[in-house]
């Protein structure tokens, strides 16, 4: 054992899968050495915006990636010191008093809960559209209305992560981050006052008070239980693992960012892909509760600093439409049968910044955060002859996805939330040069990392290490901020922005800000039938 090298396990329950990372904690770049991963699917044949999976089918599919991690012929090298496990949030394990799952999950995604969301909006802060409908305290009010023999069996409510977390150690603590996507977060703690409030209005002598329920909330490095004996043998791990710490529990968005290794006050990770997605670290500077935008998400890093989410459902795929469109069209005239992204980049970059005079809307779908309740809007305007160049057209398409999104963060830093610099992760990175156009466009400097696809397990990973660092020496001081600084990266590609485009594109984006103003009209017009 004692010339073993010391290394840790991430866990990811997302969505579409299950993956188990080995990670090297003497190395300072926590290298990734082993990889193994499970896979389930969906419940079937459920009605259209349902969705749902089995918790049983993550247990198997957690042994399933460990067993692959363990057969890696480097295994044997290495000493399990800890685990961290992470998962998509917004879930709803429901657990009863023998710690058995009872019913099905339902996920983030499932659309069951619209108005049992605006309905706990309503209630929490007087307006009916603050409160995401996949916060799982909706759910769980769903499912007091609509399943009440099965509420009424509950013992412990938690999510995806969190079952897992339950399995591993037989304790119900959770981190801060997915927690805050179960329930409102207060100082470290879920709202008292919302809790009562739910209670008041909801409350049954059948079912449990939801504050009894949820998961206690623990910060990154604290005490969050340890792996018990009935799992190492579950999962025919060493039993020299007994006992070690595991990581409190976290949601993907906060594990995520720690992946990116975004700690510190005023650091942004925009995502671009089918949606769009920017968390922005918050500070002492600005009053959490005085940021009501429906625009605008409230969760938790897992050291508990306040994360803004500024969410768009129209990503990228206007622009993946578009440039698809015009890639095909080339394709046909060139008879080459080119990937149409490819063929058609260089023209993007090479597009002057107003894009010849072009102005997008992406609107093809409903989106919430801006008001905008149908889809089917997506609309391209300023069309002459010497502007309608592929190029321009795909350009302008990605731009007003950018626009959108820089609305959200421009209502941050009107509220004094600090954005310092921006981490880009997600499709467009895979053309770094489109870091640039980020960067003029949001006016801030902007890094890319060195990619992983596994940026939520190896996050895990990392909050792992963190853990059994403060497990192993109780009196190191070194802060969560700190300790993701001490950790070594390789070079990133970072840009600065550059005036001239810069100016030009805060022009397109004001006039884009007008047209927004209209989109009502052409909705109304769009679904009317004249």
Known sequence: MGDKKKAVLGIDNGTQGLTALLVDIDDPTLPVIATGEGSYGFVPNLASGCYEQQASDWDVALKTAIQQVMAHP???????????????????????????????????????????????????????????????????????????????SVDFLTTPAGWLSFRLTNSKRLGIGDSSGMFPMGTKNYRQDLLQKFQERYGSEKVRPLSELLPEVVLCGDDAGNLTAEAVSW?????????????????????????????????????????????????SSEDPAMIISPGVNHFSAVNGQPIYMVWLRNGTTYFNTVVKSYGSASAAIDHEDRNAFDSLMPQILDAPADCGGLLAMPFMDDEPGLGVTLGGTATLIGWNPNNAIPGNVCKAALLSTMFNLKKGVDYLKQNRVSVSEIFLSGGLTKTPEMGQVVADVFELPVHLLPGSEEGCSWGAAVLAKYRWQKKSNPADQQDWPDFLKSIATKQMQSFSPYPPDSAIYQTSYRKYDQLLKLQPELQQLMNSSC
């Open 235 to 283: 999962l025919g791990l060493p039993k020299e693992t007994i006992g070690i710490p595991l990581a409190a529990a976290e949601g993907d968005q906060p594990a995520t960012l720690v992946g990116s290794l975004i700690g510190h006050a005023g650091m942004a990770s925009l995502s671009f892909g089918t949606s769009v997605c920017a968390n922005l670290v918050g500070g």
């Open 74 to 152: 480097a295994f044997l090298n290495y000493q399990i010191v800890a685990m961290g496990v992470a998962g998509q949030m917004h879930g709803h394990v429901l657990v009863d008093s023998g710690g058995k799952a009872i019913g099905t999950v339902r996920l983030w995604c499932d659309a069951r809960n619209q108005a049992e969301a605006e309905e706990l909006s309503e209630l929490f802060y007087g307006r009916p559209d603050n409160l995401p409908k996949r916060v799982t305290a909706a759910r769980w009010l769903w499912t007091m209305r609509n399943q009440p023999e099965l509420a009424e």
